[in-house]
């Protein structure tokens, strides 16, 4: 049983940074991959990074690419996501989630199956 808390999530202006982050507890972290994903008002979850188990496999989704940056610290058991140069449009509850079944970052939400409650990013015109 893998247990996520998000933490970080905030109100900032455009053009503004916040950084998530995402404890993990139980069982191997560096074991796993981890992901980020959003959900704003009326729309689908979305997938926004993700980072293999030993951090040399990452992948963003075109909207944050160049913006946003995902990494981990498996002696912590943490991911970690910093969001730069933030729009209106990345406002969203923000989910970390895990997959215990594989090494590599998968950009399905179906492809995980421990999700953290989520933090609510708000970025303000």
């Known amino acids: 049983q893998v247990q996520l808390v998000e933490s970080g999530g905030g109100l900032v202006q455009a053009g503004g940074s916040l950084r998530l982050s995402c404890a993990a507890s139980?069982?191997?972290?560096?074991?796993?991959?981890m992901g980020w994903f959003r959900q704003a008002p009326g729309k689908e979850r979305e997938f926004v990074a993700g980072i293999s188990g030993g951090g040399t496999s990452i992948d963003y989704a075109d909207s944050v690419k160049g913006r946003f940056r995902i990494s981990r610290d498996n002696a912590k058991n943490t991911v970690y996501l910093q969001m730069n140069i933030l729009k209106p449009e990345d406002t969203a509850v923000y989910y970390c989630?895990?997959?215990?079944?594989?090494?590599?970052?998968?950009?399905?939400?179906?492809?995980?199956?421990?999700w953290g409650q989520g933090t609510q990013v708000t970025v303000s015109s």
């Open positions: 989630a895990a997959d215990t079944t594989w090494l590599r970052a998968g950009i399905r939400a179906t492809e995980y199956n421990y």
């Open positions: 139980g069982g191997t972290f560096s074991r796993y991959a």
